[in-house]
């Protein structure tokens, strides 16, 4: 790699940064359902992308502590989000599933954050959105590898 592209990526990475935080400050409050903090609307999402994980899947496709999983899913249980069923096979574990109320509750959470995103890029030109298009498969390679260092718990 040469000095030159170590420091495009090097800019690209703090671009980045800086557009997720940028998002994240701008995340609105739920209406009704107070502030959901950042680690509940993971845990949820990942939930309802992985219905019936156990306590030890979601800790570690999310990378986090068992007890700070659980913590988390008590408020989504409290809230109504989630739903804990014992496991028929096995009745040491118990298995997690999103309620339609969670599911409903997620979409629109996701809708009312990435609606500030929307207008930014309906703001920009034909051809920045093109560029933006262009780099889709590679945002996600990024985070497709995000995902796998922080399961591998990296």
Do not use: Y
């Not at 997720?20 to 999402?45: D, M, S, Y």
């Not at 496709?61 to 007890?67: D, I, Y």
């Not at 959470?109 to 309906?122: E, F, G, H, L």
Request: hydrophobic share 45%.
């Amino acid at each position: 790699m040469s000095e030159d592209d170590g420091a495009v990526r090097t800019e690209l990475a703090v671009s980045l940064r800086e557009l997720a935080w940028a998002i994240h400050r701008q995340a609105p409050e739920r209406a009704g359902v107070g502030p959901i903090p950042t680690t509940e609307i993971a845990l949820l999402k990942q939930i309802i992308d992985n219905p019936g994980s156990t306590v030890g899947d979601l800790a570690q496709s999310l990378g986090l502590r068992q007890p700070n999983v659980s913590a988390s899913l008590r408020s989504l249980i409290q809230r109504g989000f989630v739903d804990r069923r014992q496991s028929e096979t096995d009745r040491r574990t118990a298995a997690v599933f999103a309620t339609d109320l969670g599911i409903t509750e997620h979409q629109e959470i996701s809708a009312d954050w990435s609606a500030p995103v929307q207008t930014a890029i309906a703001e920009l030109t034909p051809a920045e959105v093109a560029t933006l298009a262009a780099a889709a498969p590679a945002l996600e390679a990024i985070l497709r590898r995000l995902r796998q260092r922080e399961s591998a718990g990296v």
